[in-house]
C-alpha cells in the first residue's frame, strides 16, 4: 500500500537490499556489450566457480544482476524460458528491448499485489539484435536504456566513473579495461579472477563468459 505521502515502503527496501549487493557494470562498445561482475566470496571455504554473476540468456542476450541472489537467479531463469519460447516460435533471437519489457511486467506484479514481496533485484540485461544495446530494470519494476550503466553497492561511484570514460565506438577492448578498472576501484585493488566475472556479446561471436586464465589477464 501507498504511504500517506506516496511512497511503496516494500519497493524501498528493496531498492536498499539491492545496495547492498555486488557491483556489476553493464558497457555498450562499438560492435558488441561488456559485462563485468564482482562476486562477494564472503566464505573461506566457498568454492568460487560456484558463484556466477552473469548469464547467458541467449545465443546474443546475456545478463547480470545485484541484490538477493535467490531472486536473480529465478528472473534469469524466467528469460531463459521466454528466449527459448520465442526461438521455438519464430528461429530468431529475441529483441533485447522485448525480453527487458517482460522482465519489468513481471517485477511489475510484484508491487501490485497483497501477499507478495518485490524483487530484491536489479537487473542490467544485454545483448545484440539490430545493434548493441543495454537496459537496467530496477526493484520498483521500470527500465531504461543506456550506454553504460552499474547496480549494486558501487552504483554511484560507478556511474560517476562511467560518465567521465564512456566513449561513443569505443572497442570492446576498451571496455573491458573500464569495468575492470573501476571494479578494482571499488573493491580498493582487492581482487583477483576467483572473484570477478567478464562477458561479452559480439556480433561475430555471440555472448561468451571468459575463463579464469583469460580474466587474470585483466587484473
Known sequence: MFSPDGRLFQVEYAKEAVRRGATSIGIVADNGVVFVAHKNVLEPLA???????IFRVDSYIGATYSGLVSDGLHMINLMRNKTQTHRMIYNETESVETIAREVSEEMQMAT????????????????????????????????????????????KMAEDMLVKSWKQGMSIEDGINLGVSIVKKINEGKLNENNIDISTIKKDVGFEIFPLDKVAKYL
Open 112 to 155: 501490485q499485489y497483497g501477499g507478495i514481496r518485490p524483487y530484491a533485484i536489479s537487473l542490467l540485461i544485454g545483448g545484440i539484435d539490430k545493434e548493441p544495446k543495454l537496459f537496467e530494470i530496477e526493484p520498483g519494476a521500470s527500465y531504461l536504456g543506456y550506454k553504460a550503466d552499474a547496480i549494486g553497492s558501487g552504483k
Open 47 to 53: 568454492v568460487p566457480s560456484t558463484i556466477q554473476k
